[in-house]
């Protein structure tokens, strides 16, 4: 994968998840993580509903083999949409959240 391929791929990666920083709540906070080393970007949800902790992660975008990796996706938004829609190609994008079976036949073509 080509460095300038990369830094589209962050860049989009990051613009989609820095939408989510305003969904702060009166119990809760959105922290943005974006590692370009690792190429791994989330988005977490951080706080405090009474007495119980909240410490969840809504989306986990990698960076994998010249492929866009949705790890999580915890919300009712359809990222790989989003991610076209920003300029990431629809054949880069991959479901990591399916089973690896599943995976194997995406992999080659074979679904269906």
Same mark, same amino acid.
């Given at each position: &994968?080509?460095?300038?391929?990369?830094?589209?791929?962050?860049?989009?990666?990051?613009?989609?998840?820095?939408?989510?920083?305003?969904?702060?709540?009166?119990?809760?906070?959105?922290?943005?993580?974006?590692?370009?080393?690792? &190429?791994?970007?989330?988005?977490?949800?951080?706080?405090?509903?009474?007495?119980?902790?909240? #410490?969840?992660?809504?989306?986990?975008?990698?960076?994998? *083999? *010249? &492929?866009?990796?949705?790890?999580? $996706? $915890?919300?009712?938004? &359809?990222?790989? *949409?989003?991610?076209?829609?920003?300029?990431? =190609? #629809?054949?880069?994008?991959? =479901?990591?959240?399916?089973? =690896? $079976?599943?995976?194997? #036949?995406?992999? #080659?073509?074979?679904?269906?």
């Amino acid at each position: &994968m080509d460095s300038n391929s990369i830094k589209q791929y962050q860049a989009c990666i990051k613009q989609l998840l820095s939408e989510y920083e305003t969904l702060n709540t009166d119990w809760s906070t959105i922290e943005t993580i974006f590692d370009d080393i690792q &190429m791994r970007y989330l988005v977490l949800r951080i706080g405090w509903n009474n007495q119980q902790r909240i #410490h969840l992660c809504l989306i986990h975008i990698d960076i994998k *083999d *010249d &492929m866009v990796v949705i790890q999580a $996706n $915890n919300t009712e938004d &359809m990222l790989d *949409d989003e991610l076209v829609a920003l300029g990431i =190609p #629809h054949e880069k994008i991959f =479901p990591g959240i399916l089973p =690896p $079976n599943i995976q194997e #036949h995406l992999k #080659h073509g074979k679904l269906g």
